[in-house]
């Protein structure tokens, strides 16, 4: 069964700008969440999808948006790029809520210029 | 909310020799644990879980034991091989779906 799938694996902005990152769940899994990883902080939890619907948010200013499709695909948003916003950004899948193993994908590499 | 600290950045071992990760959290309501391994550009993998109303489970070659006394998580490797090498993190649900990870180990195995 294919794993986690982010895209792109690389990106390169300038502040400013703007940029939406992709995520494909394993197959069959309904819940997506975002995390935010960086020397610094950490993993850090973004926001969590299920059935299309933003379940739980962390603690990130309203430049960090996400949405997630029927078919629980999801994408995250960043508005208004911060030289503080380039990270790692982690994609996870879980079959359901609660209780539940979140599997990883490799994340986006975000560099802001 | 909940905090989770590790009790050492990193942690060097002896290839074959058992390796002791350890972990604390916070909130004494906590429910659910999970131990990742990330290696080197790629994102963390899932080793084992444990809900509280457990205190040890086992897989291939790992342990978890959880404390809920003292609020203290261990991971157990045996036999360590290289490919063990790694940071380890632990991670404490908070809420449905939202996990606070530790700051995590980095395991080195010397041959």
């Known amino acids: 069964k294919a794993g986690v799938t982010q895209t792109p694996r690389y990106l390169i902005k300038t502040r400013g700008q703007q940029v939406t990152l992709s995520c494909s769940p394993i197959?069959?899994?309904?819940?997506v969440s975002w995390y935010q990883q960086t020397p610094g902080q950490g993993l850090q939890f973004l926001f969590e999808y299920f059935s299309e619907t933003q379940r739980n948010k962390g603690n990130f200013p309203g430049r960090f948006s996400g949405r997630q499709f029927s078919n629980s695909r999801s994408e995250m948003n960043v508005s208004t790029l911060e030289l503080g916003d380039s990270a790692l950004y982690l994609c996870a899948s879980s079959l359901n809520l609660g209780n539940q193993p979140q599997h990883f994908g490799d994340g986006t590499r975000l560099s802001i210029l | 909310g909940e905090s989770v600290g590790l009790h050492l950045p990193t942690l060097s071992v002896q290839e074959g020799d058992n390796s002791i990760i350890n972990c604390a959290y916070s909130n004494s309501a906590s429910d659910y644990f999970i131990w990742y391994k990330q290696e080197s550009g790629k994102g963390p993998q899932f080793i084992i879980d444990?809900?509280?109303?457990?205190d040890k489970r086992q897989g291939q070659r790992v342990t978890v034991l959880l404390n809920k006394t003292v609020k203290h998580l261990s991971l157990q490797i045996a036999a360590t091989q290289p490919g063990d090498s790694a940071v380890y993190f632990c991670a404490v649900e908070e809420g449905a779906q939202k996990l606070v990870f530790g700051q995590g180990t980095r395991l080195t195995i010397n041959p």
């Open positions: 444990i809900r509280s109303n457990m």
């Open positions: 197959s069959g899994h309904r819940s």
